[in-house]
């Protein structure tokens, strides 16, 4: 090959090869707009909570979840296709045995004479061929295939932290609602024990007919509210059950376990100083970047299949006409060769490829970006709703103390003759709002908690 020929060569594997990937550039923030201690660092983050209950549901979610074992079956096919790519990198060798026996046609006068018409062949090889990476055409197919697996195991990361998260907030909605229908039995029971005194003083021509009516219609309120409150419980137990992966049999008949609701809260935002960087360890994002990283690859891919490919074979065996002498001296052969293959006219199909694939890693830059934007908005998003989360709970908790008072001064005014017993009802009924709303203030702000985490990505 002269001096010409053999540049010409470098400049086309020159132009085959694809520039390095190299992350795209993001504008992020310098640091977090609020800070508080850090907590978690081990991922196992739903702890913070203190919930022996919540945390034995967590483990069994990620054990059998279907969603979870559709993820792991996604990242071992992924496993899989990234062996098949790297064993195109290697040579392929083959063994053969082959038995053929003819009969030749005499009647054309093209079959020599004294051969026999029938014949045997009996042949016993071993084939190798190997493809010449020239291009790099392999090598870039395998490493889209190891950045698919990479997105894949991302994708399975994603999917236990938003299984993760939904089994927080689903357990924390079940307690809520076991608190609020707890507080309205409650409610009804101090309700009934109190009508029933006030049928007695009605009895007595104490009270009016028209006031009997009055708490009568009251108490039934309250029970009213009941059967709603417990149908939505059973239909959150029903949906964390399915949650939690469990047989159809298990979903109709076996209770959820859970802990009472308690009311301690906890503070968790992050540190001062944690850099934006951080985020981009969200499984989400290193999703994205992976399958750019893999778009990136398919684009070498593309483009190397437009240059010479040279594929070496060889096969060392033997044959002969009787099995007795397969293996004798005289019936071994061997064969050597080498195959150049340079497209020539493909109808613009090479090339059309090679649009295809930029055209993909431009969808994935993209999709990295919004990625990237949604993971920021979400942070954000928490940050704020696990603050106001908190506040919301602390000014509840204050409205139920000052009902509470409300109610005591109403009750011993009525005691004493100077107030009405639509003035206690009517304080009863502003007491239960508050409790019910202050459980609602305690669920979100444990919620908020768990989308926190989610954002920051575990």
């Not at 055409?137 to 698919?148: E, M």
């Amino acid at each position: 090959m002269n001096k010409s020929a053999l540049l010409a060569v470098l400049l086309l594997a020159g132009c085959a090869v694809q520039p390095t990937y190299q992350r795209p550039a993001v504008e992020l923030p310098q640091a977090w707009k609020e800070s508080a201690p850090r907590y978690a660092t081990d991922g196992r983050w739903w702890k913070i909570y203190g919930d022996p209950a919540l945390d034995k549901l967590v483990d069994e979610a990620l054990v059998h979840n279907a969603d979870i074992a559709l993820a792991v079956a996604r990242v071992d096919e992924a496993r899989a296709q990234l062996g098949i790519s790297e064993s195109y990198l290697y040579p392929r060798v083959d063994a053969t045995f082959d038995r053929s026996r003819s009969l030749n046609s005499t009647a054309t006068g093209l079959f020599p004479p004294n051969i026999p018409r029938e014949q045997n062949d009996y042949r016993a090889a071993v084939r190798v061929s190997y493809e010449v990476d020239l291009w790099g055409k392999l090598r870039a197919g395998t490493t889209a295939a190891r950045a698919d697996l990479l997105a894949t195991e991302s994708a399975r990361d994603t999917v236990r932290l938003a299984l993760v998260a939904q089994v927080v907030r689903s357990y924390f909605t079940l307690s809520a609602l076991d608190a609020r229908v707890e507080l309205t039995r409650r409610t009804i029971a101090l309700r009934e024990d109190a009508l029933r005194l006030q049928r007695r003083r009605n009895v007595n021509g104490l009270i009016s007919d028209f006031e009997l009516r009055q708490l009568e219609a009251e108490a039934a309120t309250v029970r009213a509210q009941l059967p709603p409150l417990e149908r939505d419980r059973d239909t959150g137990e029903a949906a964390l059950a399915v949650l939690l992966g469990r047989s159809p049999r298990a979903i109709f008949e076996d209770a959820v376990s859970r802990a009472p609701v308690g009311t301690n809260l906890m503070s968790t935002v992050l540190p001062d100083g944690m850099p934006s960087e951080l985020l981009l360890r969200r499984p989400d994002v290193a999703e994205a970047e992976q399958r750019m990283i893999a778009a990136n690859a398919r684009i070498a891919e593309a483009r190397s299949a437009m240059f010479p490919s040279i594929v070496l074979t060889g096969l060392l065996g033997s044959e002969s006409a009787a099995l007795a002498g397969l293996f004798s001296g005289p019936a071994g052969m061997w064969t050597l060769a080498a195959a150049f293959l340079q497209p020539i006219f493909q109808g613009g199909r090479l090339e059309a490829e090679t649009e295809v694939a930029k055209a993909r890693e431009a969808q994935a830059l993209a999709q990295y970006q919004r990625v990237i934007q949604t993971a920021f908005r979400e942070v954000r998003e928490a940050l704020s709703s696990q603050t106001r989360a908190r506040e919301s709970f602390d000014a509840e908790s204050e409205r139920v103390r000052a009902l509470s008072e409300t109610l005591r001064l109403a009750q011993r005014r009525y005691e004493h003759g100077l107030a009405s017993q639509l003035d206690v009802l009517d304080s009863e009924r502003g007491l239960l709002t508050a409790e019910q709303s202050r459980i609602d203030a305690l669920r979100a702000q444990r919620a908020a908690i768990a989308d926190l985490y989610k954002a920051l990505g575990g």
